[in-house]
Protein backbone atom coordinates (compact mmCIF):
# COMPACT_ATOMS: atom_id res chain seq x y z
CA UNK A 1 0.00 0.00 0.00
CA UNK A 2 1.61 2.89 -0.77
CA UNK A 3 1.05 6.43 0.83
CA UNK A 4 0.59 10.17 0.27
CA UNK A 5 3.39 11.44 -1.93
CA UNK A 6 4.07 15.23 -2.90
CA UNK A 7 6.22 17.26 -5.41
CA UNK A 8 8.17 18.86 -5.27
CA UNK A 9 9.65 18.90 -1.82
CA UNK A 10 11.14 22.13 -1.66
CA UNK A 11 10.40 25.32 -4.00
CA UNK A 12 11.77 28.93 -3.61
CA UNK A 13 9.36 31.44 -6.01
CA UNK A 14 9.13 35.01 -6.39
CA UNK A 15 6.92 37.19 -5.05
CA UNK A 16 4.00 37.54 -7.65
CA UNK A 17 4.69 33.91 -9.49
CA UNK A 18 2.51 31.19 -9.64
CA UNK A 19 3.09 27.99 -8.34
CA UNK A 20 1.32 24.50 -8.67
CA UNK A 21 1.88 21.87 -6.09
CA UNK A 22 1.33 18.28 -6.52
CA UNK A 23 -0.12 15.34 -4.83
CA UNK A 24 -0.65 11.38 -4.69
CA UNK A 25 -3.60 9.86 -2.73
CA UNK A 26 -3.08 6.85 -0.63
CA UNK A 27 -4.32 4.00 -2.46
CA UNK A 28 -7.96 3.40 -2.06
CA UNK A 29 -8.30 7.03 -0.88
CA UNK A 30 -10.57 9.38 -3.17
CA UNK A 31 -10.74 12.28 -0.82
CA UNK A 32 -7.47 14.78 -0.57
CA UNK A 33 -7.35 17.94 1.55
CA UNK A 34 -4.88 20.54 1.59
CA UNK A 35 -3.31 22.00 4.80
CA UNK A 36 -1.26 25.11 4.93
CA UNK A 37 1.45 25.35 7.64
CA UNK A 38 3.31 28.43 8.48
CA UNK A 39 6.42 28.43 10.89
CA UNK A 40 6.07 27.58 14.42
CA UNK A 41 1.86 26.43 13.85
CA UNK A 42 -0.57 23.81 13.33
CA UNK A 43 -1.73 22.91 9.57
CA UNK A 44 -4.80 25.17 8.42
CA UNK A 45 -7.18 23.42 6.28
CA UNK A 46 -7.19 25.13 2.28
CA UNK A 47 -9.78 22.87 1.24
CA UNK A 48 -11.19 19.61 0.28
CA UNK A 49 -11.86 17.61 -3.43
CA UNK A 50 -13.99 14.74 -3.70
CA UNK A 51 -14.64 13.18 -6.97
CA UNK A 52 -12.94 16.05 -8.96
CA UNK A 53 -15.14 18.91 -7.27
CA UNK A 54 -14.16 21.54 -4.12
CA UNK A 55 -16.29 19.79 -1.26
CA UNK A 56 -15.36 22.52 1.20
CA UNK A 57 -12.90 25.42 1.80
CA UNK A 58 -11.07 27.43 4.71
CA UNK A 59 -10.42 30.35 4.91
CA UNK A 60 -7.96 31.44 2.19
CA UNK A 61 -8.59 33.70 -0.89
CA UNK A 62 -9.55 32.77 -4.15
CA UNK A 63 -5.89 32.82 -5.61
CA UNK A 64 -5.53 29.46 -3.86
CA UNK A 65 -6.89 27.03 -6.20
CA UNK A 66 -6.87 23.27 -6.93
CA UNK A 67 -8.17 20.12 -8.98
CA UNK A 68 -8.29 16.48 -8.49
CA UNK A 69 -8.11 14.08 -11.07
CA UNK A 70 -9.85 10.92 -11.76
CA UNK A 71 -7.03 9.17 -10.75
CA UNK A 72 -7.77 10.83 -7.27
CA UNK A 73 -4.42 12.60 -8.00
CA UNK A 74 -4.07 16.64 -7.11
CA UNK A 75 -2.79 19.98 -7.43
CA UNK A 76 -2.93 23.34 -5.38
CA UNK A 77 -2.13 26.08 -7.47
CA UNK A 78 -1.38 29.35 -5.81
CA UNK A 79 -1.59 32.68 -8.26
CA UNK A 80 0.11 35.78 -7.52
CA UNK A 81 2.57 34.67 -4.21
CA UNK A 82 2.80 37.26 -1.49
CA UNK A 83 5.64 36.83 1.09
CA UNK A 84 3.21 34.94 3.75
CA UNK A 85 2.45 32.37 1.43
CA UNK A 86 5.93 30.92 2.75
CA UNK A 87 5.11 27.44 4.69
CA UNK A 88 4.44 23.93 4.41
CA UNK A 89 2.05 22.63 2.21
CA UNK A 90 0.64 19.24 3.56
CA UNK A 91 -1.59 17.29 1.13
CA UNK A 92 -4.01 14.55 3.06
CA UNK A 93 -6.02 12.10 1.50
CA UNK A 94 -8.82 9.90 2.68
CA UNK A 95 -11.93 8.33 2.48
CA UNK A 96 -15.39 10.19 2.22
CA UNK A 97 -15.91 11.47 5.43
CA UNK A 98 -13.68 10.42 7.13
CA UNK A 99 -11.88 10.61 9.54
CA UNK A 100 -14.51 8.12 10.25
CA UNK A 101 -13.52 6.31 13.47
CA UNK A 102 -12.21 3.45 12.10
CA UNK A 103 -10.28 5.64 8.93
CA UNK A 104 -7.60 8.44 9.48
CA UNK A 105 -5.98 10.76 7.26
CA UNK A 106 -3.25 10.28 6.01
CA UNK A 107 -0.64 12.99 5.29
CA UNK A 108 2.41 13.46 3.08
CA UNK A 109 5.61 14.86 4.16
CA UNK A 110 4.92 18.14 2.56
CA UNK A 111 6.16 21.21 0.10
CA UNK A 112 8.06 23.66 1.61
CA UNK A 113 7.90 26.72 -0.19
CA UNK A 114 9.90 30.13 0.28
CA UNK A 115 8.42 33.23 -1.16
CA UNK A 116 11.33 35.67 -1.44
CA UNK B 1 -16.01 22.07 15.51
CA UNK B 2 -15.11 22.14 19.69
CA UNK B 3 -11.83 23.73 20.04
CA UNK B 4 -8.64 22.16 21.88
CA UNK B 5 -6.52 23.94 24.98
CA UNK B 6 -3.11 21.92 25.16
CA UNK B 7 -0.17 23.19 27.26
CA UNK B 8 2.33 24.09 24.41
CA UNK B 9 5.08 22.03 25.41
CA UNK B 10 6.56 19.13 28.23
CA UNK B 11 9.26 17.55 28.78
CA UNK B 12 9.94 13.09 29.65
CA UNK B 13 13.07 11.30 30.54
CA UNK B 14 13.44 8.40 28.03
CA UNK B 15 11.86 5.09 28.75
CA UNK B 16 9.09 6.85 31.54
CA UNK B 17 5.42 7.50 30.64
CA UNK B 18 4.60 10.33 28.45
CA UNK B 19 0.82 12.04 29.59
CA UNK B 20 -0.02 14.70 27.31
CA UNK B 21 -3.52 16.14 28.49
CA UNK B 22 -6.03 18.06 26.31
CA UNK B 23 -8.88 19.88 27.24
CA UNK B 24 -12.43 20.01 25.34
CA UNK B 25 -14.65 21.43 27.09
CA UNK B 26 -17.53 22.19 24.28
CA UNK B 27 -17.06 18.64 22.93
CA UNK B 28 -20.43 17.40 21.56
CA UNK B 29 -21.85 14.02 21.89
CA UNK B 30 -21.22 12.61 18.29
CA UNK B 31 -17.50 14.34 18.26
CA UNK B 32 -14.59 11.93 18.14
CA UNK B 33 -10.88 12.80 19.96
CA UNK B 34 -7.92 12.35 17.78
CA UNK B 35 -4.77 12.29 18.32
CA UNK B 36 -1.80 12.99 15.87
CA UNK B 37 1.75 13.96 15.70
CA UNK B 38 4.20 15.61 13.92
CA UNK B 39 7.87 14.90 14.00
CA UNK B 40 10.28 17.75 12.81
CA UNK B 41 9.95 18.23 8.66
CA UNK B 42 7.21 15.47 7.89
CA UNK B 43 3.39 15.32 7.64
CA UNK B 44 1.07 14.78 10.50
CA UNK B 45 0.77 11.18 11.42
CA UNK B 46 -2.53 9.48 12.96
CA UNK B 47 -2.05 7.87 16.65
CA UNK B 48 -5.04 7.19 17.84
CA UNK B 49 -9.02 8.11 18.45
CA UNK B 50 -11.80 7.72 20.80
CA UNK B 51 -15.31 8.57 21.50
CA UNK B 52 -16.01 7.97 25.14
CA UNK B 53 -14.45 4.73 26.07
CA UNK B 54 -10.70 4.54 26.79
CA UNK B 55 -8.28 3.34 23.72
CA UNK B 56 -5.11 1.36 23.17
CA UNK B 57 -3.03 0.48 20.27
CA UNK B 58 0.15 0.00 19.61
CA UNK B 59 1.52 3.01 19.90
CA UNK B 60 -0.32 4.91 22.46
CA UNK B 61 -3.35 4.46 25.24
CA UNK B 62 -5.87 7.44 25.28
CA UNK B 63 -7.65 7.95 28.18
CA UNK B 64 -11.47 9.96 28.05
CA UNK B 65 -12.53 11.60 31.41
CA UNK B 66 -16.77 10.27 32.38
CA UNK B 67 -17.93 13.94 31.56
CA UNK B 68 -15.93 13.42 27.76
CA UNK B 69 -13.99 17.57 28.77
CA UNK B 70 -10.83 16.38 28.61
CA UNK B 71 -8.46 13.57 27.45
CA UNK B 72 -4.86 12.23 27.97
CA UNK B 73 -2.58 10.91 25.81
CA UNK B 74 -0.46 8.49 27.43
CA UNK B 75 2.77 7.34 25.42
CA UNK B 76 3.99 4.56 28.50
CA UNK B 77 7.73 4.12 27.44
CA UNK B 78 9.11 7.42 25.33
CA UNK B 79 11.75 6.90 23.32
CA UNK B 80 13.93 9.83 21.43
CA UNK B 81 12.06 9.05 18.41
CA UNK B 82 8.70 9.93 19.98
CA UNK B 83 9.94 13.88 20.32
CA UNK B 84 7.44 15.95 18.42
CA UNK B 85 4.48 18.27 18.17
CA UNK B 86 1.45 16.04 19.30
CA UNK B 87 -2.05 18.31 18.83
CA UNK B 88 -5.50 17.04 20.33
CA UNK B 89 -7.88 17.61 17.91
CA UNK B 90 -11.94 17.09 18.09
CA UNK B 91 -12.81 16.14 14.57
CA UNK B 92 -16.61 17.56 13.44
CA UNK B 93 -18.60 17.45 10.15
CA UNK B 94 -19.73 20.26 8.79
CA UNK B 95 -21.72 20.69 5.49
CA UNK B 96 -20.78 17.81 4.57
CA UNK B 97 -17.06 17.35 4.12
CA UNK B 98 -14.87 16.50 6.96
CA UNK B 99 -11.87 18.58 8.47
CA UNK B 100 -9.47 18.24 10.80
CA UNK B 101 -8.78 21.67 12.85
CA UNK B 102 -5.43 21.60 14.30
CA UNK B 103 -4.31 23.70 17.27
CA UNK B 104 -1.02 24.98 17.92
CA UNK B 105 -0.34 21.37 19.93
CA UNK B 106 2.56 20.71 22.45
CA UNK B 107 5.43 20.28 21.78
CA UNK B 108 7.23 17.30 23.46
CA UNK B 109 10.95 16.41 24.21
CA UNK B 110 12.09 13.16 25.27
CA UNK B 111 16.13 13.54 26.93
CA UNK B 112 17.87 10.79 28.06
Known amino acids: ETGVTQSPTHLIKTRGQQVTLRCSSQ?????VSWYQQALGQGPQFIFQYYREEENGRGNFPPRFSGLQFPNYSSELNVNALELDDSALYLCASSLPRSPHPDYGYTFGSGTRLTVV | DAKTTQPPSMDCAEGRAANLPCNHSTISGNEYVYWYRQIHSQGPQYIIHGLKNNETNEMASLIITEDRKSSTLILPHATLRDTAVYYCIVRGLSGGYNKLIFGAGTRLAVHP
Open chain 1, 27 to 31: SGHNT
